[in-house]
C-alpha cells in the first residue's frame, strides 16, 4: 500500500507543478493584455496637447535673431506661455469644423502666399512623425495688419484645432514677414497620415480673413505624424517562473515525462 501510495506521489506532484506554471504564465498573459487595452484606451482618450515655438517675424532682438515664444496648448488654447509679444491675445474658444465652412469668410485682401512643412523628428523610426516645423507667409493689400493664426489637423473633412499663434503684423506682400512654427506633439495624434489647415484671422476683428489647405497646397496634405505616445521601441519580455529555487524549466519538463511513463507501465 505504502508503494503504491509513493508511486501515486511521484506521478502526480510534477504534473501539478507543471500545471501550476502554465497557469500562472496564462495568468501573466492575460494581465498584460489588460495593461495594454488600458494603455491603447488611455491614448485614445487623451487631449490634444502641442509644445510649439514660434519665430515672431516683425520682432528682432539684438544680435539680429528673431523673437522666440515658447508655449504649450491644450485643444488650440495656450496653457503656458513664455512671450513678450506686445499684443496680447483674447481668444475666442476654437471649435472644430468643415473645411466648407471654413472657407465660407475668405477676405480677398488677405491671402497665404505659401506654406513650407519640413519633418523634424521620428523616435522609433516607423514613418510617422512627432515634431515638424511649419511655415507661412501671410500677405494682404493694406500696409499692415495685425493677425493670428490657428492651425487645425484632419484625417477627413472635419479640422481640429491645435495651435494658435500670438498676434504678429503683416506687411503688404512682403516676404520677409512669415511665421515659423516649430510643432511638437505631445498627446491626442493616433499614427495616421493628417491634413493641416492654417486659418488666418484679422487681430482687431477676430474674423477669418484667409484659409489655405491641402487642396491648395501640397506641402500640407498626407502629413504622417504620430504625437509622443505613440513613439516607443518595442522591447520582448521575458517570463521566468522558478520553484523551490533549484527546477527549472528543463528539470520540470523531464519530470513531467518520468511521470508519465511510470503511469504507463
Not at 503504491?4 to 497557469?23: D, G
Not at 494581465?31 to 487631449?47: C, G, Y
Not at 490634444?48 to 488654447?77: F, W
Not at 491671402?111 to 523610426?125: K, R
Amino acid at each position: 500500500m505504502k508503494a503504491s501510495k509513493n508511486k501515486f506521489l511521484l506521478a502526480t506532484t510534477p504534473k501539478a507543478i507543471v500545471f501550476a506554471s502554465i497557469f500562472a504564465l496564462g495568468c501573466v498573459s492575460a494581465s498584460t493584455l489588460a495593461n495594454n487595452k488600458t494603455s491603447l484606451d488611455d491614448k485614445t482618450s487623451q487631449d490634444v496637447v502641442v509644445k510649439g515655438i514660434e519665430y515672431q517675424p516683425n520682432m528682432v532682438r539684438e544680435d539680429g535673431s528673431n523673437l522666440k515664444v515658447k508655449k504649450q496648448l491644450k485643444d488650440a488654447t495656450p496653457l503656458v506661455a513664455n512671450s513678450t509679444a506686445s499684443t496680447q491675445l483674447t481668444l475666442s474658444k476654437k471649435t472644430p469644423l468643415l473645411r466648407e465652412s471654413a472657407r465660407s469668410n475668405d477676405d480677398p485682401d488677405f491671402w497665404i502666399y505659401d506654406s513650407f512643412v519640413t519633418f523634424t523628428a521620428d523616435l522609433d523610426y516607423d514613418g510617422y512623425y512627432s515634431s515638424f516645423t511649419l511655415e507661412f507667409d501671410v500677405d494682404t493689400v493694406y500696409l499692415s495688419a495685425p493677425i493670428y493664426a490657428v492651425i487645425y489637423t484632419s484625417t477627413s473633412d472635419v479640422f481640429t484645432p491645435f495651435y494658435t499663434t500670438e498676434v504678429y503684423n503683416i506687411n503688404g506682400d512682403n516676404t520677409q514677414d512669415a511665421i515659423i512654427i516649430e510643432n511638437q506633439l505631445v498627446t491626442g495624434f493616433p499614427s495616421n497620415d493628417y491634413e493641416l489647415m492654417v486659418m488666418i484671422y484679422d487681430a482687431e476683428t477676430d474674423e477669418v480673413v484667409a484659409v489655405a489647405d491641402g487642396t491648395d497646397d501640397a506641402d500640407l496634405a498626407i502629413l504622417s505624424l504620430e504625437s509622443e505616445n505613440y513613439e516607443y521601441v518595442e522591447t520582448v519580455e521575458v517570463v521566468v517562473i522558478e520553484h523551490g529555487g533549484a527546477l527549472g524549466i528543463g528539470l520540470i519538463a523531464g519530470l513531467y515525462l518520468l511521470a508519465c511513463r511510470r503511469l504507463n507501465v
